[in-house]
């Protein structure tokens, strides 16, 4: 088991460019969780999938953020028009099932995506 | 929301302890997660508690108090390789959404 991958593992963009992010989860979980983290706030959470579906995007900037899973297989993050705030690690994470009360069910965790935009 | 918080860094002694404190302050509660971090690396799961009391992994142990808001993690007979950071997360109550604290840097000395 290769466990979550994400690519790239670094990108650097320009002022106003597209970036965009890759996460492979691990085969067989059916959830997948997008995080960000940087050293002034930490690891924040952005958004989750359950099954493919969006579930809770509470923690997605409302503008230029986007996330999709168009199959079991991938999701992608979407940051459009990026600005030097967005510059962070973004962590990808997966995990068997995440209903239940008290699921004991692991998230696992890829080795991130550092973006930095000049 | 979940507010965690955790001290940003502790030093302790190769073969001593080390204990990694968080505190929480949540809308709701289904257990605590922690996990380690090196530097340039994704964080790795060590421990979820969602009971009171201690729980004995071995060179891991966690404390929870759920009346307090409070959890330890402890780690004994300290090696240098345990320098990282340690990562406590409050899981959100309906989606197993980790809220994390902004970790805490160990670093172990000779």
């Known amino acids: 088991n290769a466990g979550v991958i994400q690519t790239p593992r670094h990108k650097v963009t320009g002022k106003g460019q597209e970036a965009t992010l890759w996460c492979e989860p691990i085969?067989?979980?059916?959830?997948v969780f997008w995080y960000r983290q940087t050293i002034v706030q930490g690891l924040e959470f952005l958004t989750y999938?359950?099954?493919?579906?969006?579930?809770?995007d509470s923690g997605m900037p409302k503008e230029r953020f986007s996330a999709q899973m168009p199959n079991q297989s991938h999701s992608t993050l979407k940051i459009q028009s990026t600005q030097p705030q967005d510059s962070a690690v973004y962590l990808c994470?997966?995990?068997?099932?995440?209903?239940?009360?008290?699921?004991?069910?692991?998230?696992?965790f890829g080795p991130g995506t550092r973006l930095l935009v000049l | 929301g979940q507010g965690v918080e955790q001290p940003a860094k502790l030093m302790s002694v190769e073969g001593t302890f080390a204990r990694v404190n968080c505190t929480y302050s949540?809308?709701?509660?289904?257990?605590l997660s922690w996990y380690q971090q090196r530097e340039g690396q994704a964080p790795v799961f060590l421990s979820y508690?969602?009971?009171?009391g201690l729980k004995d992994s071995g060179h891991f142990s966690t404390f929870l108090s759920r009346s307090n808001g409070y959890s330890y993690l402890l780690l004994t007979e300290l090696q240098i390789k345990d320098s990282a950071s340690y990562l406590c997360?409050?899981?959100?109550?309906?989606?197993?959404?980790?809220?994390f604290g902004s970790g805490t840097k160990l670093t172990v000395e000779p």
């Open positions: 994470a997966s995990s068997l099932k995440d209903w239940g009360a008290f699921n004991q069910d692991t998230q696992y």
């Open positions: 085969s067989g979980h059916s959830a």
């Open positions: 999938f359950r099954n493919q579906a969006p579930i809770d």
């Open positions: 949540t809308s709701g509660f289904n257990g």
């Open positions: 508690v969602v009971l009171d």
């Open positions: 997360a409050v899981r959100d109550p309906n989606y197993n959404v980790l809220y």
